[in-house]
Structure formats: structure tokens, C-alpha cells
């Protein structure tokens, strides 16, 4: 390996450094979740509801529990009962969170909701048995729909909500009437983007180790978020009287001091934003469910008396794009039935059920209009979104939090007087709403889609309408109307410059007029998006006054006795290539090798703690920020050490190719071993250097922009949308890892491909998941992912830490850029795109081919 | 009929090395492969033939452990991703070039694609883009958009060229 790696003498950040995960990766030796087989583990298969909408009358476990092999089979009744159940989170003024357990015990509320847990000596004995429970159901009328939601003779999915909404909320910023009466012109346009799938390869899996002398419990999970799958099953299984658990607490004192000492922490070091927390939430979900504060105190006390968390231990991971971000219900099942019958369990999902309930996200309606002069100057926004959660709002965040964040970025890049929006959250009986890589991305694409119809009711450019409204370097520092701070990190407009020289827009239109004559259709079109990775510093209070406390990243840095460096983050790899990038920001902080470093992730015992883990873009600016502070501080203890040994100021110290040297007397050097080693020798039991920091992005931060430019050919003969080029012009500050940054931005747009042209969770209208295996739910393939051209702009920020997120960018734009190309296309035959899918039998509508039946 | 209880004696030959195994009749190939064999290179994306993940060569050619029963395997010779690289570690040379173009991400689905390139360099040495991309179309990958994968191909097609005449 070593022979990749050589140092360039000019630092490892901004070099294509291949990938350290790859030794073990392609060789067959990864270690993913399903390949974990702890001695004696028993295999589970659940037992999920076929109907969307039902009481569940009886179950009758008898014939599967006879079954050969079948160790347990387990209903609400067992699993519940030594259980607590998912408590609001994330609560927001004017929102309904529903309290739900592991499995449903009276009610199932959607096509594969978990109704009993089968345990057996293999999983084709479980699945086996899983055929044999009986249970009877009788079916309530299904909500299969947002306009069913709202219907207010609809059957409520969730009692104590106010029918099935479960959120409203609205927010003006400036005088909307007053800008929308001034304005020439009012264009309004109802959007709806259809129900869409993370699909990662790798499906949810979870292996529960049972120590069979202690009873403690390790967690093998593919989960973007190791800390809080490990708080969470803490919590949901310690299921005691109040009491007992306040005289638990009292009697540990070990566990009292560790508490106070956590907490006086966690105050201090997000003491500004605490202050600003309101407590509107948690009013709005009473005044709804009463019994909620109880069941918070009795899991807040719960984990005060438990003694014993478990371990989570999460290594390699097949993906997640969000979905292995929240906390499942199987996963509390399955730790409650390790528990109860002390034996390991090992479940790994099959790919109908992700398919059902791995998680769904993105369904969305939009009615946006923009107040425009005729001259193109955008002036006014409205928006009315309404997003589809399903029956179970994904765990810990639902889709009251993301319509937040859609709220703050919909004004996007440009300059609006005036802006209005309304969010509503409702329940159907559809599979759980969950994260999917850029979960506002809704706004992007509604707002760019917006802009082109403006444009085209203007018989204007839509890149002249951009370039008319879009905020430029002149006038910075500004703020985005809904608050967050514009510094010269908001590059989107030099993106779109940049862009535009890239694509000649005259050859294209000669382009397009010979392709015409064949009979073929052209189109091209533009999206524009910034994002918050990690965003200003007054970024997450816009969103949501408080959460600025959930944001912070925690790294170790270590200098062992051996002079080997570590790094542990609490971020959670699955794709991203962390282990490579943090190799790279840790060794050029400490003038090493990245062969030199280790970096440990996944393991609760070893990392630090984290809310989020891997997801919002975050592993760049704010695990790379984290990792490239405590790397320096520990080179400060190293050198400091060794400007002793070498009789030297620290301040000529220097590091090059691991020698630890006075500038200019390389001969005379230390090794990073002798330096720890003389620590050591002194105090045997010393950990030589070792540095933790917390880091928030605060004074740092910044913003990462993105072009997106589709091109678009139609064929009219059968709906196919072929695209011969795809250009995509971002700006995420200073790359780490060019090669890594380009495959985050490709596969970020396969996705946007997939859900414009290919992907969709399709229900029927009784609520019937249409789409269950891959030949319904259809993932792109080589033939349909065009090579993706990508042009990097690197605008440094006013910080230190210039690092700024990509993960999710490329998802962010593509939907936008290619729904406008095909309306393009098709312009020409009257062609108005409003949703976001359009397969080919909607591409033959929309140009007049065929009639909507 | 109860098939859960009947089994079968087969004989393949995996990596080189032949094995008597005695496999449930309804257990799949990828089974055994994972979990008798303890190979777990070879993984399981979606269990219906569509994502290739499991795909690994029989008799040179690639197919889908997850669709063929153990007992059809019985005296064929099976090549799965532990097979690929040296006895020393060294990679195979579509190992070496897909870490060089920074081929995957996750790499769950990665032997899947691996196994269908080294069949298809076998039939084609040189193939153009646009052949790759057909072969590798019954591959799903959900990271990369598979540009990557593509280059890594054509990347090996170079190294195999120069490793060839090197010799």
C-alpha cells in the first residue's frame, strides 16, 4: 500500500489518495453487518401486517412456536411489555408526534408494519414459522393519499392527532401581501414530488451479542449513527417504576458523578444556544397526548439507573443515504428478545422488506407562486407544502423537522422583498418517513422548477432570470431573507458562471434546430442550489432556535507510546471514504504519512459521543474540522515535549516525513516514538499525547454551492429520456480528496436520475405498496447513468476550517436540472412539468403522444 | 412433502479447492457460499436476481449465487472474490484498478462487479465503453453512479495489456 502513498512533500489534502478502505474492501475481507455469526445466534424473521389499515383481533402463535427450530416466537404482548415506547423527539410548536412501539400490538397502520418476531436455530426455520402465525384482522379504511389525509371524513391513523394532520405551521418574513400586491405579476404552480426510496444495497441489518457470562449486550448494526442506536436501546429497554429507578440513581455513585460531570458539559459547551431552546414544542404535543411527559421522565430516569449500556460495534457498512440514520423499530425488538431470552440474535432485512419498510421519504406537494415584474425581478415567494410522513415518522427525526430546514433554504440564492410558508405534516398509511440524502431537496427543485416557469411565462432565459435575481459578490455580507448569513462562501452565482461558460449555449440551439429536423427533442436545463455544510454560524439557529447544541462534532487525536498516530470520530463511514480523508487532514497536521495513521470509527467504547453520526453533509467540515483540530493540538503536546528533549523553543520545532526536527538540522531529529517513549519512561502508565475536541463550526462554517446543467434527449417513439451530458459546476471550499468529492457529486446525480425517471414507492389508491422488488422499484443501472463532467471552484472561507460538505449535493440539484431539461424539450408542444417522476408513459403525455387516461 | 429435512451431497471445486459439502436441497449457492464456506466476500443485495451483488463465476461464467440452488453447483468449479487476489495479498489486476480509479464507495456491491469484469476481460481483452457498460448492466450500484466502475475497467484493460507485455 505503502506505494500510494508516498509523501508529496506538498501535503496530502487536495490529492486523489487512494482509498485505505479498498485493501480489505475488494478483496472479499470487508466485515458488513451479515456476516457477523456470534456462537449460538439465533436468526429472526418478522411477521408483517399485509393490509394497510386494520385492528389486529387475535394472534396465534401455537403452530409457529411447534415449528422445528423455532426457539421463540414474540407479539406485542412479550415485546412490549419489557419495552418503552419510540418518546417525541425533535418536538415543534404546532406539531403532533405519535408515541409508537417495537411491534403494533392493536393496530397495524401500514403493508409490512411488525407484528411478531420469530426466533430460530436458521433464518429459513424462522421464515418458515413467520408463515404460521395467524392473525386475524379486521381492515379500517385505508389513507392512501395527502388529499385523503386532509379529507375530513378520513379514518385517523393516529387518534389523539387532529385528524391526520399532524403539523401546520406558518411564517412570513417581510410583508408578503404587501409585496405580492405590488408585484406585476402573480405565477403559481401546483408541484408533487412522488414517494421515493435510500435503497442502499447493503439492507438493514442488526446482530445482538448476548455476553452469556455478564448479559451485556454488543450491537453489530449497518447504522450511520452508532452513539444514538446504543442511547436509544438503552432507554427503550430499561423499562422500570420511576421509583425504582430515582433509588437506583441514588444508591451509584459512580453513576451520579459521571451524569452531573456529562451534563455540566453539555451545558457549557452549548450554553449560548440552550438559552435560545423554547419549550412551544413540547406544549403543542401535550396539549395532544398527556402521556407523554410521563413516558419521557420514565426513560430519562430509566437511563439514569441502567448500569450497563449496551456496546454498539458498527464497521463496514453497505450504504445508507439516510436510511440508517434513524433508530429502528426492529432493532429495539430484537434488543428486547436478546434480553429476554439471553441468546445473541441476528436479523438481516430481505430486500422486500426495505423495499416496504426501510424507509420512504420525499413525497411532497408544493403550491409555490412568485410575485414577479415584468422585467423578470423576482419579488415575492409563496409556498404551501404538504409532506406525506406515512404511518411512523422516521426516529429521531421526522418530517416536522425537515420542513423547517426546506423553510430556510427555499429562497435559495436569490433576493426575494418578501417570503411566505405554510407546512403541513400528514399521516397515511404508508410505509415510514425517513432522511434521504439532502431531505429538504424538495425546496431546490420546486424553487428551480419555479424559476423556469417565471421564465417561461416571460418568454425570458431562465438563466437570465437567474443571473437578474441572484445575489453576487458585491453585495456581501447579506442575509437570506429567512435569516442565515450570505459571505462570499455563497459562490452560486460563480458557479452558474462558470457553468455557462463550460456549456455553449449557441451550439446548443444550432444543435437543437438540426435534431429537430430528425425528429429528436433537445433540452437543456439549469439548477442552482446553495447548502448549509455546515452553514453560517447562525445557520441552525434560522432552523430551529436551539439546535445548535446537536451539531457539534467530537474528535480524538492520540500519539501512542509506539509514535503511531490515531484518530477516533464519531462520525459513521458507509461509502464516504472517511478513513481515507481523516488519514489525509491528521497526517499533514502532523508532518506523517497517512500510512502512519489510524483512524477508529463505529465502536461506542472507543468514539466519542455524537446526536447525528454520518449524515447532513457533515463529514467534511465538521468530522474533518473536528479531526484536523485535535490533530494539532496534539502535535502543539508533541512538539512542546520534544522542544524540551531537543533544548529548543517550540516555535522552531518542526515536522517533516515524521521527524520531529530543530528547522534546518533534519540530522538531529526525533522520532514521534522516542518523544512518546521519553513520556513513558517517565510515567509508564501515561498516554503519551492525547487530545479531544469538540468543534461546532462556529467562525468557520460556510456554505457549498452547486451549477447542475442537464441535457436532454427525447425520443418521442417511446418516452425515453436519454442524456448525453451532464455538467455539474460546485463549490465546497478546498476538496480533501478530489477523487472522492467527483464520487460523491456522480452518485448524488444517479439518484437524482432515479428519481425523475425511474424510482417510485407507488401505492394504489387502498394503500397498496405497488413497487416491492427491484423489478418494480427500479435503480438506474450503467445504462442509464450518463459520465457526469465536473468542474470544482474552491472559494475559501473567512475561517480556519475550510472544509465544506458534498454528500448530498449532487441529490440536491439533479432534479431540478433534469425536470427542467425535459420541459425544455418539450416546450415547444406546450409541455408544463409538475411532478417530479416522469417515466415514459408520463413524457408521451406531457408532449401530447398519448391522452392521460 | 417436506423438503425441510432432505439434504444432498455435492462436490466443488471453490477457489481452487475442491469440497464434499452435504447442503439442504432448498438452500441457495450464496448461502452455502457465505455460510458453509465462510466466504463472505460474496454478498446478498436483494435475493431476487436483479442486483448482481451475489454474482460469482461457475465454470468461468458469471451467474447469481442467490438464484441457483446449492445442489446445481454439484461439480462445477466457482471463482467468488477470495479467489481473485494472490496468496500474498497482491491483487488481481481488477483489484489493482479499481482501487486506482477509485472504483466504489460502500463496495457491498463491489465482487459482484469485479467477478463480471474479469469474465467479461476473458472474452473481450479490449472492450469498448460502451461494451462495458452493457456487461456491467446487470450490476446495481447505489454509491457511485458507476462512472468509476467504468474507468476501473478500462484501467484494468491497461494493466492487464502492460502486465502481458511485461512477460
Not at chain 1, 583 to 589: H, I, K, M, T
Request: charged share 20%; proline share 5%; hydrophobic share 40%.
Amino acid at each position: 500500500m505503502s506505494a500510494d502513498h508516498q509523501t508529496s512533500g506538498l501535503g496530502f489534502v487536495g490529492q486523489s489518495v487512494k482509498r485505505v478502505e479498498d485493501q480489505r474492501l475488494l478483496t472479499g475481507n470487508g466485515r458488513y453487518v451479515a456476516d457477523i455469526n456470534p456462537p449460538g445466534v439465533l436468526h429472526a424473521a418478522f411477521v408483517r401486517s399485509p393490509f394497510p389499515h386494520a385492528t389486529i383481533d387475535r394472534i396465534n402463535v401455537s403452530a409457529a412456536r411447534r415449528a422445528p427450530g423455532v426457539v421463540a416466537v414474540m407479539t406485542a404482548a412479550e415485546i412490549n411489555a419489557i419495552t418503552n415506547p419510540f418518546p417525541p423527539f425533535l418536538m415543534l410548536d404546532g406539531m403532533y408526534t405519535p408515541l409508537f412501539w417495537a411491534l403494533s400490538d392493536d393496530r397495524v397502520r401500514h403493508i409490512g408494519d411488525p407484528v411478531a418476531l420469530v426466533l430460530a436455530e436458521s433464518r429459513h426455520l424462522a421464515e418458515d414459522a413467520a408463515e404460521l402465525v395467524e392473525v386475524d384482522y379486521t381492515a379500517l379504511e385505508p389513507v392512501a393519499s395527502i388529499a385523503d389525509a386532509l379529507r375530513p371524513t378520513s379514518r385517523q391513523v393516529w387518534p389523539k392527532a387532529d385528524g391526520n394532520l399532524l403539523y401546520d405551521s406558518s411564517t412570513e418574513y417581510g410583508d408578503v401581501d404587501a409585496v405580492f400586491a405590488a408585484a406585476d405579476r402573480v405565477i403559481t404552480e401546483r408541484l408533487s414530488c412522488q414517494r421515493q426510496s435510500n435503497q442502499p444495497m447493503e439492507t438493514r441489518g442488526t446482530v445482538i451479542e448476548v455476553d452469556p457470562r455478564t448479559g451485556h449486550l454488543t450491537v453489530h448494526s449497518a447504522t450511520q449513527t452508532s452513539h444514538v442506536l446504543r442511547w436509544v436501546l438503552a432507554a427503550l429497554t430499561e423499562k422500570r417504576s420511576m421509583g425504582s429507578s430515582i433509588a437506583a440513581f441514588a444508591r451509584n455513585k459512580d453513576r451520579r458523578t459521571a451524569f452531573i460531570a456529562g451534563a455540566r458539559s453539555f451545558m457549557a459547551t452549548n450554553k449560548d444556544s440552550l438559552g435560545n431552546q423554547d419549550n412551544s414544542g413540547a406544549r403543542s404535543q401535550f396539549r395532544k397526548d398527556r402521556s407523554f411527559p410521563i413516558h419521557m421522565q420514565r426513560i430519562g430516569l430509566g437511563l439514569l439507573a441502567k448500569d450497563d449500556y449496551p456496546t454498539v460495534l458498527a464497521q463496514d457498512i453497505g450504504g445508507g443515504f439516510g436510511a440508517k440514520g434513524s433508530v429502528h423499530r426492529e432493532d429495539v425488538a430484537l434488543a428486547a428478545a436478546a434480553i429476554a431470552l439471553g441468546r445473541s440474535v441476528k436479523w438481516i432485512e430481505d430486500r422486500v422488506e426495505n423495499l416496504t419498510d426501510g424507509g420512504h421519504a420525499r413525497e411532497e406537494d408544493l403550491t409555490v407562486s412568485i410575485a414577479v415584474d415584468h422585467d423578470g425581478t423576482m419579488r415575492g415567494l409563496k409556498v404551501d407544502l404538504i409532506v406525506d410522513q406515512g404511518a411512523y415518522p422516521g426516529f429521531p427525526v421526522g418530517a416536522g423537522f425537515t420542513t423547517q430546514i426546506m423553510q430556510v433554504m427555499f429562497p435559495g440564492s436569490y433576493r426575494f422583498e418578501a417570503f411566505g410558508m405554510r407546512s403541513r405534516v400528514v399521516a397515511t398509511n404508508k410505509g415510514k418517513y425517513v432522511a434521504y440524502r439532502g431531505p429538504w431537496a424538495n425546496e431546490t427543485w420546486a424553487r428551480e422548477r419555479m424559476v423556469d416557469i417565471v421564465a417561461r411565462a416571460l418568454r425570458m432565459s431562465p438563466v437570465e432570470v437567474r443571473l437578474r435575481n441572484m445575489i453576487g459578490e458585491s453585495e456581501m455580507p447579506t442575509h437570506m431573507i429567512t435569516g442565515p448569513t450570505i459571505d462570499e462562501t455563497m459562490s452560486v452565482r460563480k458557479t452558474l458562471e462558470r457553468a455557462l461558460q463550460v456549456v455553449d449555449l449557441d451550439a446548443f440551439e444550432r444543435e437543437r434546430a438540426e435534431a429537430a429536423e430528425q425528429g429528436r427533442h433537445l433540452g437543456i436545463g439549469f439548477a442552482c442550489y446553495h447548502e448549509a455544510a455546515p452553514g453560517p454560524p447562525d445557520y441552525m439557529d434560522s432552523v430551529n432556535a436551539g439546535s445548535d447544541a446537536l451539531t457539534a462534532e467530537v474528535a480524538r487525536a492520540t500519539i501512542e507510546a509506539d509514535g503511531s498516530v490515531v484518530v477516533y470520530t464519531s462520525q459513521m463511514p458507509h461509502g464516504q471514504s472517511h478513513e481515507t480523508t481523516y488519514s489525509q487532514v491528521a497526517a499533514d497536521e502532523l508532518g506523517v504519512s497517512i500510512d502512519d495513521v489510524k483512524v477508529v470509527w463505529g465502536d461506542t467504547r472507543r468514539t466519542p459521543f455524537s446526536l447525528i453520526g454520518t449524515g447532513g453533509s457533515r463529514g467534511g467540515p465538521l468530522g474533518g474540522g473536528a479531526i484536523k483540530r485535535s490533530s494539532r493540538e496534539v502535535r502543539r503536546m508533541l512538539i512542546e515535549e520534544a522542544a524540551r528533549m531537543l533544548e529548543a523553543s517550540v516555535d522552531d520545532i518542526e515536522i517533516v516525513g515524521g521527524n520531529i526536527h530543530v528547522a534546518g538540522v533534519p540530522s538531529r531529529g526525533l522520532t514521534f516514538a522516542e518523544v512518546a517513549g521519553a513520556v513513558t519512561a517517565t510515567d509508564p502508565s501515561a498516554h503519551p499525547f492525547d487530545a479531544t475536541v469538540t468543534y461546532n463550526g462556529k467562525g468557520d462554517g460556510g456554505w457549498s454551492c452547486a451549477t447542475h446543467v442537464c441535457f436532454v434527449d427525447i425520443d418521442l417513439d417511446t418516452g425515453k429520456v436519454a442524456i448525453p451530458r451532464y455538467v455539474v459546476v460546485e463549490d465546497c471550499g478546498p476538496i480533501i480528496n478530489p477523487a472522492i468529492v467527483d464520487g460523491q457529486v456522480r452518485g448524488g446525480v444517479a439518484q437524482g436520475i432515479g428519481a425523475v425517471l425511474y424510482e417510485s414507492s407507488i401505492y394504489d389508491e387502498s394503500a397498496n405498496l405497488q413497487a416491492t422488488t427491484y423489478m418494480d422499484y427500479l435503480i438506474p443501472t450503467t445504462m442509464e447513468i450518463p459520465d457526469i463532467e465536473i468542474h470544482h471552484i474552491e472559494t475559501l472561507s473567512p475561517g480556519e476550517n475550510d472544509f465544506r460538505g458534498v454528500g448530498e449535493g449532487g441529490m440536491i440539484g439533479a432534479p431540478a436540472a433534469i425536470t427542467n431539461a425535459i420541459e425544455d424539450a418539450l416546450a415547444g408542444r406546450g409541455a408544463r412539468v409538475t411532478t417530479q417522476y416522469l417515466p415514459p408513459t408520463t413524457i408521451l403525455e406531457l408532449a401530447g403522444v398519448i391522452r392521460p387516461d | 412433502m417436506t423438503l425441510a429435512g432432505d439434504t444432498l451431497t455435492i462436490s466443488v471445486t471453490v477457489n481452487g479447492e475442491t469440497t464434499e459439502l452435504t447442503v439442504e436441497t432448498r438452500r441457495m449457492l450464496s448461502d452455502v457460499i457465505r455460510d458453509d464456506l465462510g466466504l463472505t466476500g460474496t454478498h446478498l443485495g436483494c435475493e431476487h436476481g436483479v442486483c448482481g451483488a451475489c454474482t460469482i463465476l461457475l465454470d468461468g461464467r458469471p451467474a447469481r449465487s442467490c438464484l441457483m440452488l446449492a445442489a446445481q453447483a454439484d461439480g462445477s468449479e466457482i471463482t467468488t472474490i477470495e479467489g481473485l487476489a494472490s496468496t500474498d495479498g497482491t491483487m488481481h489486476p481488477v483489484q489493482q484498478a479499481m482501487h486506482d480509479s477509485h472504483g466504489f464507495q460502500c463496495a457491498f456491491c463491489a465482487s459482484g462487479f469485479m467477478l463480471t469484469t474479469v469474465a467479461l476481460l476473458a472474452a473481450e481483452p479490449k472492450p469498448s465503453r460502451e461494451r462495458i457498460r452493457r456487461e456491467l448492466s446487470g450490476n446495481l450500484c447505489r454509491c457511485t453512479g458507476y462512472q468509476s466502475i467504468i474507468d476501473g475497467v478500462e484501467t484494468a484493460v491497461a494493466l492487464i495489456d502492460t502486465e502481458g507485455s511485461d512477460r
